[in-house]
């Protein structure tokens, strides 16, 4: 395995438990394995005291099964035809060739830096290490102000991070809403959440260049309209498919620009290699086109059938439809299938149906608001996409939505679903009931 995180520790383990006599080689270059990235923002808020909960299995849990795992080794050449890798043993100082029969590509993603000056000494915050560095930094006496650059799900939960933490925090996007992923309407309402937390977000706003000091420590943001003291920058710019390494063993990559895989997992053209998690491409179920869209959910699931068919079984991946989830200050967050901007794009025409309800019933102590976007095909009403924002319990029901969307389902159907109902949890119509019935509507007047 070349990645020794999500997607190549799954593998290994899977493989593992396959076959007890397989000798089996992981190498990391950082010195963590199967860690919680997703957990990063929380440890950042000071809301887990150590780092090491997000560390589910280290590499001396992986040894004791009988998993070679090299860490602060980075793969730095792969030889298909000679079946080996050139390894780098960053702690050894030297480096070295180690063969292979099977190979399992999960070298994840990294951050694309932008076009900033001064960005490219700031650290992008995605491994466990990075985020205990920029904890330690946060803690620094009279550092108080924090920019974030790129109001995606993650810069937002970055900017939330830091507020928690008591400090001055501005979020500046160069689009004209915050979170990309969700339709504008529906990513205002997270906008309005993360400014009464006291996130102040600035959009349509172009960075320029991140000030330092002789240190190389941030001292402030000058964007197109001002200049913004800053101790801390963090980095929500982009990532892409950390693919250099294989492309220049000749594998191949596809539209969305990671790894082409088949539906096992199998790098197109490459017996015996395999990609999974964030460096590969997944077939999009409705957009019916390869995607890199990059999530632990992903990279677990496609590291494990990488390593169940590499070990001589027989999976199949299924494709994705873009269901995610995040919390941003007191809204949940939630989408699936395609946005009503996503279907423009791939010229797909669709009815949309939105409303606003309340995610308990409306006298229950603590009930609160919760919107929910359905975008249907005209006519038929077949479900494409949903979206959901609102207080607790308003995330999770995207997976009736995923689910129903996966197998095809009309919103017409959907409306009189055998949903559950108690006052703390919903009105007597869920919310979604209810955006099925304006969907059907919606779905059949645009037919
Ligand atoms: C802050 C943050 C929050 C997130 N939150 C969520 C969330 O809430 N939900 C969700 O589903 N996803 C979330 N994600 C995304 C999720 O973490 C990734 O999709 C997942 O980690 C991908 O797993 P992977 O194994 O494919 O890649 P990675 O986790 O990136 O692992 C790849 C590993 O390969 C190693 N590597 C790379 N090149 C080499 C080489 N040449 N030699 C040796 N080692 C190498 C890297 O050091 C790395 O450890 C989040 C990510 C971040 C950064």
Known sequence: MIGGDAAGMSAAAVARRRDPELEILAFERGPYTSFSA??????????????????????????????????????????????????RDHQGRRTYEEGFDQLIYATGAEAIAPPIEGAEAVEPVRTVDAGERFRSELQREGARRGVVIGA????????????????????????????GTLDPEMAAHVQQAAESEGVRVLLSTNVEEIHR???????????????????????????????????????????SGALRTDDHQRCVGADGVWAAGDCAESHHRILGRGVNIQLGTHANKQGRIAGVNATGGDLAFPGVIGTAVSKICRYEVAR???????????????????????????????????????????????MLGGQIVGEEGAAKRIDVLATCIWTGMRAADFELLDLSYAPPFSGVYDPLLVAARRAAQAAEKAG
């Open 38 to 87: 997703c957990g990063i923002p929380y440890f950042v808020a000071g809301m887990l005291e150590h780092a090491d909960v997000l560390i589910s299995r280290s590499p001396e849990e992986f040894r004791e099964s009988g998993i070679d795992v090299r860490i602060h080794s980075e793969v730095e050449g792969i030889d298909l035809e000679a079946r080996t890798l050139t390894v």
């Open 152 to 179: 995606s799900y993650l810069g937002l939960e970055m900017a939330e991070a830091m507020v928690k933490r008591g400090m001055d925090v501005t979020l500046i996007d160069q689009t004209d809403q915050v979170m």
């Open 213 to 255: 000091d002789e240190n190389g420590r941030p001292t402030s943001v000058r964007t197109s309209e001002e200049e913004i003291s800053a101790e801390h920058v963090v980095l929500s710019t982009g990532v892409k498919p950390a693919t250099e390494l294989a492309e220049e063993a000749g594998l191949e990559v596809g539209e």
């Open 336 to 382: 699936t299938g395609i946005s009503e901007r996503e279907a423009a794009g791939a010229g797909i025409e669709v009815a949309e149906a939105t409303i606003k309800a309340t995610n308990k019933a409306a006298y229950y102590p603590g009930a609160g608001p919760i919107w929910v976007k359905l975008v249907v095909e005209p006519g038929s009403g077949r």
